[in-house]
Nanobody, 121 residues
Framework: QAQLVESGGGLVQPGGSLRLSCAAS????????MGWYRQAPGKQREPVAG???????RYADSVKGRFTISRDNAKNTVYLQMNSLKPEDTAVYYC???????????????WGQGTQVTVSS
């Protein structure tokens, strides 16, 4: 069973940057698509970005041009570089393994524990 561990969250001022990391256990990480999702208080979990095993990416409209998802298969790690952060980006961010992102956002069955991102002055 895969395990996902997120890190890199924290408190940042509007306009600032953070980089989230998600380390996955297992030796077949490279064949899976990976995704980032977020959930703000009182709201449903929503997709943020996804990356296929081949490196193709998909972004939610709200983060396009500001966030970048990438992966390092040698380290079994997926990243989310977040720039120009806004207060509305405040949420718990979750890593997901095993989904599909070629034509839409479809999460897989494995979730990390989440990492809090707070954007506030």
């Amino acid at each position: 069973q895969a395990q996902l561990v997120e890190s890199g969250g924290g408190l940042v001022q509007p306009g600032g940057s953070l980089r989230l990391s998600c380390a996955a256990s297992g030796s077949i990480f490279a064949i899976y698509a990976m995704g980032w999702y977020r959930q703000a208080p009182g709201k449903q979990r929503e997709p943020v970005a996804g990356i296929t095993s081949g490196g193709s990416t998909r972004y939610a409209d709200s983060v396009k041009g500001r966030f970048t998802i990438s992966r390092d298969n040698a380290k079994n790690t997926v990243y989310l570089q977040m720039n120009s952060l806004k207060p509305e980006d405040t949420a718990v961010y979750y890593c997901n393994l095993g989904g599909a992102y070629s034509t839409s956002f479809r999460p897989g069955g494995y979730w990390g524990q989440g990492t809090q991102v707070t954007v506030s002055s």
